[in-house]
DNA sequence: CCACACTCTGACCAACCGGTCAAGTTTTTT
DNA sequence: AAAAAACTTGACCGGTTGGTCAGAGTGTGG
């Protein structure tokens, strides 16, 4: 028996075409900002009639919200390697490469988010208010604690998390700069190995971990 | 004989008019974005009527260019400490200095800049693939020298670079997150001196100058 | 003092934007 | 199969935007 196609029930279809509007919107958004995305631009990307986004997102800044929340959504969650590590080698050494795979694999939720926080991050304040505080009071917390047992010098865990984000998200938010820099080329594979390495190698050597 | 005021000549006062147009314009543009700019905005931020705006830079993104170019100038000249150093620890740390430094007093001019090109540099990309590739190419000369002197450990001077870049301007250009995470406030006098030191004390330390 | 070039500005315009809506089509429910 | 609900879409609208322009104001060289 094939696996024949079932057809796709109405909550099927509607999930499928938000989730097209939504990649379509974040390749936008990041690409001209919100203020220079069109909603007819989007609908062109998504290959839809324009009515038809405000059939399912009912404004622009509606649509533009879930955008930037799903990212920040991804952004919590790569982050779990960090709590279930036994020291800082292994924990700080994954979160670089979780935040540098995401940098490589989704640019432009990067962008978008970078974008949305340079102008005074008018739709998400409360998050970054709540959830990534809390969220960062908890990974400062563990830091501490390494330091505490002697596992790195005891550098302020807060500019250590600042310069994590800073050094992971730059590949994606200058990526454009940097493939100039590449001779116009991306990164290859072996040179995406060679940026996490590097920057791996100095930060750990950095924070004497 | 007290300090009369000149009577301006008009080149005086068309240099100072063109000044005042800028500032208020890199103010908008860090704010709102190219695309969320407006001609009458940064009008009346400048206290001046749109049109005459429209006198001195005849189109938006005639204004615009102009004020990328000149944060790009303000960039290179800022990085002069970098080749007058006999090692890495005073060039680069003189380095980071001077960057945090433009970090905190411009922080517009790096939301400018880093917006260009996050939206892939559409007006100066030629400066990206001639100044800039120079520019860079000459530091990592320098940094290759002080690798094969032995005054720090083998790193790839292409991600160190991308490093120093990314965590200077990310204080600038990620301000309102790092002060929403300060309980709302900018960062005290006493905490930019701690961001520069933890700065310099990770990456001095992670290159094994 | 005069002629000329430079500077300034209110009023205006075509183009474009986000958003609406009514009418049509498709899918599910009864 | 009929009715209801969900979906699709071309046409349309008020408001805003970048940019224009004629004409008034002002400093400067002869």
Chains 1, 2 share one sequence.
Do not use: C
């Not at 999930?15 to 919107?25: D, F, G, M, T, V």
């Not at 007819?40 to 038809?52: C, H, R, S, T």
């Not at 694999?105 to 409360?126: C, F, L, N, T």
């Not at 493939?179 to 590097?198: I, M, V």
Request: proline residues 6%; charged residues 25%; aromatic residues 10%.
């Amino acid at each position: 028996m094939p696996a024949r196609p079932q057809p796709l029930s109405r909550k099927d279809r509607r999930r499928e075409s938000e989730k097209l509007i939504l990649r379509a919107a974040e390749k936008v958004f990041a690409e001209a900002g919100f203020g220079g995305a069109t909603m007819q631009l989007i609908a062109d990307v998504a290959g839809l009639p324009k009515a038809n986004l405000h059939y399912y997102f009912p404004t622009k800044e509606s649509l533009y919200r879930q955008v930037v929340e799903s990212i920040f959504q991804n952004w919590l969650t790569a982050a779990d390697v960090f709590d279930s590590a036994p020291g800082p080698v292994e924990g700080i050494g994954a979160y670089i490469d979780a935040k540098m795979e995401i940098s490589r694999r989704y640019p432009d939720g990067s962008k978008v988010w970078a974008s949305e926080v340079m102008h005074g991050a008018p739709v998400i304040q409360d998050y970054l208010e709540t959830t990534l505080v809390d969220w960062t009071e908890g990974r400062m917390a563990v830091i501490q604690r390494w330091i505490d047992e002697g596992r790195m010098d005891p550098i302020d865990p807060r500019h250590l998390l600042y310069m994590l984000w800073a050094t992971t998200q730059h590949y994606a938010d200058f990526g454009h700069q940097i493939e100039t820099l590449n001779g116009g080329a991306p990164l290859s594979d072996a040179q995406w190995q060679a940026a996490k390495a590097s920057v791996k190698a100095i930060i750990l050597k950095g924070i004497g971990a």
